[in-house]
């Protein structure tokens, strides 16, 4: 996988959002941890993109790179004509209102010694956006749309709410200030299922109501099935996969793609758990990662050349693009599972 | 294994108290535990939190119970309680556990003591908090072995080296030399394994074992933990909110709410035919793989109650979307539908109940906000027929594109 590569861009003038060759690089004492190498993405007006992978991948990261907290070690954000990465911080800061941020852990992401009006309120003060009396009605009417009543909330702390009440807490505060990009880094992964059924619903009713663009990043690959238009799928800092959800999940290309696949437990007893086409082995450190395709040292079909070549992003089928040299389902060649040198057996 | 007991105050008429006469149809030198009628609860200012609220189990040896529930359910409690490993202080425990005939409340702690790691183990979430940080694995995994089973050094360490080859961790040499932070998450969850299994227990607890791990991961550790059951023919109880991990790797599941079992059978039995609701509820709101993407989820409107003061009637009345005004009034009791396959509940799935729509149900808020708040949330209610309710709800739609309502909560449409 692991690979790098932009043919899976679309035109920059339709996108609103297009990364490309995003590098991060986190200097430590041990060395440089290679947390996101190359990555090249792009978002269509209304799109949601699903990003998906094991913890380590790079997808928070990347997230979080996006937004320029902290900047990227090179490579390039463009949103609405305008280079984030270059832009002074003044001017940063006051295109980011468009860009938020919702975190995973909604009850520290709320301060717990303020009041929800004030929590909400904070970004149309900041930004100086119409009177007291004009912002306490925005925090109510976009308290209304996440489904919480302003009445009895308003004066409320965090503390006083479950976790699904403080994750929609979390998602009317960033919706005060208009955004146009949404990036919800794992919104739904510290909820219960039936909560976090709620959430991804309200994401979507959310999404329709003020024409939302989202980056949806989860672990959970129904989940990101269930919210996404596209899906990427990354591995150790790279990306391995891009598709429509449906395609991806029908007919993965990539080996990695097909092996998170098979490790999702089924809430079906007549599904015996098999342990074949489940990841042997983890994640190689990022601090040295693998030479040529990242996976190689985890996927069953590693050949001489996956050591020494690093697969491009090329398109297999309308709309799928995968970097590997040996995707699945091809004709060229089918290549047969040959047995992993290392990585621990089980 | 399954014998749920009935000792609530509403087991009345028609359904058959199964516990009364003991029904329970595992002889007694199958039986390896015993659960009658346990309560747990904790003193706080507010009053008593019933965190487990007369559970009544039977597991037999070398059989697997799921226990499967959302957070605040019990589970976790109810685990710990049989084990003993909660605190004394401000804890009320009664009941009954008997562990191959020994009652574990009232037996003296030195006694239950000696059980702990010798006869069963419990394998924890959180492999960081539970490994101890400052100690070297070796010395983690052979402290059991020597305690209990009075072994020397080396013979303690040629057995932690085999363990560990066992639970897949290479070069177990190296490692017994390491401490937990110099592992990766998974590797400490099989440490925490390896310590789980040393001395061979008889049952062992496995309290959310891969929650914190990736997808991969949890694969390999659960496929692991189940060859291990099998092979040292050990009982297990493995305990989550993933009712996709225990669909496969149990032989029975017993679904908790509010500190209650509310329904209880052999795994394929309890999938293939649903009676609770709140069973059907949790499986219809995991996102499947096999939907079409932005297909709409439907989720359980509304919160678990308070544990304080539950409501008087079935505990999940308030969220059910069969409720009827007697699930408000009494609290229905375990009984069986069919040998071995307990539920509770007045009007069970596939009882021709009419489905009662919460229409722009919102989150009902958590405890500290006064119940008057969830009214206004509620919106209205309307009951139709059972038949009729898919297309009256439209999946929800009809919460959208309206500001006043959130939206979601209103999918308890079928």
């Not at chain 1, 941020?101 to 009006?117: A, C, G, H, K, Y």
């Not at chain 1, 098979?262 to 190689?284: A, H, M, N, Y």
């Not at chain 2, 199964?18 to 659960?35: C, D, I, W």
């Not at chain 2, 490993?85 to 009320?92: I, Y």
Request: hydrophobic share 35%.
């Amino acid at each position: 996988m692991a690979g790098t590569g932009t043919a899976h861009l679309r035109s920059p003038e339709d996108v609103l959002l297009r990364v490309e060759d995003l590098v991060v690089e986190f200097p430590t004492r041990r060395g440089k941890v290679h947390a996101v190498s190359g990555i090249s993405l792009d978002i269509l007006p209304g799109e949601t993109l699903g990003l998906v992978g094991e913890s380590g991948c790079g997808k928070s990261t990347t997230g979080r790179a996006i937004v320029q907290l902290p900047r990227p070690t090179s490579g390039r954000v463009r949103f609405e004509g305008n280079d984030l990465t270059t832009l002074k911080p003044g001017p940063l800061r006051q295109l980011r209102t468009k860009l938020q941020l919702i975190f995973q852990d909604p009850i520290s992401s709320l301060n717990p010694r303020r009041r929800v009006r004030d929590i909400l309120a904070e970004p149309m003060r900041i930004w100086k956006r119409g009177t007291s009396a004009e912002q306490q009605q925005v925090v109510r009417e976009t308290l209304e749309a996440v489904g919480i009543d302003p009445d009895s909330a308003m004066d409320r702390r965090p503390h006083q709410f479950s976790g699904g009440q403080c994750q929609r807490l979390s998602i009317a505060r960033a919706l005060v200030t208009e955004p146009k990009l949404l990036i919800c880094d794992e919104p739904v992964s510290a909820l219960d299922v039936s909560v976090q059924a709620q959430i991804l619903n309200l994401l979507q009713d959310l999404k329709e109501r003020f024409g939302l663009t989202m980056i949806f990043i989860a672990h959970d690959l129904a989940v990101v099935k269930n919210v996404s238009d596209r899906v990427v799928v990354m591995y150790l800092g790279k990306i391995c996969e891009v598709a429509g959800p449906d395609r991806l999940y029908a007919h993965p290309a990539h080996p990695y793609t097909d092996a998170l696949l098979k490790s999702i437990p089924v809430p079906d007893p007549g599904i015996r758990p098999s342990e074949q086409g489940t990841l042997s082995g983890e994640l190689p450190s990022p601090l040295a990662p693998p030479s040529g395709c990242r996976f190689r040292t985890r996927c069953p079909y590693a050949q001489q050349r996956c050591t020494t070549e690093e697969p491009q992003l090329r398109e297999v089928a309308p709309g799928q693009y995968v970097a590997c040299h040996f995707p699945l389902g091809s004709t060229s060649a089918s290549p047969q599972p040959v047995e992993v040198a290392a990585g621990v057996p089980v | 294994m399954s014998s749920p007991n009935g000792t609530d105050p509403g087991s009345a008429g028609g359904a058959t108290d199964p516990f009364a006469t003991s029904g329970s149809t595992a002889t007694a030198s199958h039986r390896l535990l015993e659960v009658i009628d346990l309560h747990t609860g904790f003193k706080t200012p507010r009053g008593r939190v019933r965190a487990v609220d007369g559970v009544s189990l039977t597991l037999e040896r070398g059989r697997t119970l799921g226990i499967v529930g959302e957070s605040g359910s019990g589970k976790t409690v109810l685990s710990r309680s049989i084990m003993g490993l909660l605190p004394k202080r401000n804890v009320v425990r009664e009941g009954t556990v008997l562990y191959e005939g020994i009652d574990l409340v009232t037996a003296p702690a030195e006694q239950v003591r000696d059980l702990w790691g010798a006869e069963m183990a419990m394998i924890f979430q959180d492999p960081m908090t539970s490994l101890n940080p400052v100690q070297r694995l070796g010395a983690q995994i052979t402290e059991g072995m020597r305690y209990h089973l009075g072994m020397d050094r080396k013979t303690a360490t040629s057995n932690a080296l085999a363990l560990l080859r066992e639970v897949g961790i290479p070069e177990p040499d190296r490692r017994l030399k390491q401490y937990p932070h110099e592992l990766s998450g998974g590797m400490r969850q099989r440490v925490m394994i390896a310590v789980a299994l040393a001395c061979g227990p008889k049952l062992v607890f496995a309290d959310e074992p891969t929650t914190a791990l990736d997808v991969t991961v949890q694969a390999q550790i659960l496929n692991l933990l189940q060859r291990q059951q099998r092979e040292r023919a050990m009982a297990m109880i493995l305990v989550t909110h993933d009712l996709g991990v225990v669909a496969g790797r149990t032989d029975e599941i017993a679904v908790m709410y509010a500190g209650q079992v509310v329904e209880q059978a052999p795994t394929a039995q309890l999938f293939a035919n649903v009676r609770m609701p709140y069973t059907e509820a949790l499986l219809q709101s995991i996102p499947v793989l096999d939907a079409p993407s932005h297909s709409r989820l439907q989720a359980i409107p509304g919160r678990p109650p308070d544990l304080v003061n539950p409501p008087p009637g079935c505990r999940f009345a308030p969220r059910c979307r069969y409720v009827q005004e007697r699930c408000l009034q009494e609290l229905p009791p375990l009984v069986e539908a069919e040998p071995g396959h307990w539920y509770r509940c007045w009007f069970p799935v596939g009882s021709g109940a009419p489905v009662t729509v919460h229409i722009g149900a919102g989150e009902v808020p958590a405890d500290p906000i006064p119940a008057a708040v969830a009214g206004d949330f509620g919106g209205g209610e309307q009951v139709l027929p059972a038949g009729g309710a898919g297309g009256a709800g439209g999946d929800g739609d009809a919460g959208r594109g309206d500001p006043a309502l959130g939206g979601d909560g209103s999918e308890g449409v079928v």
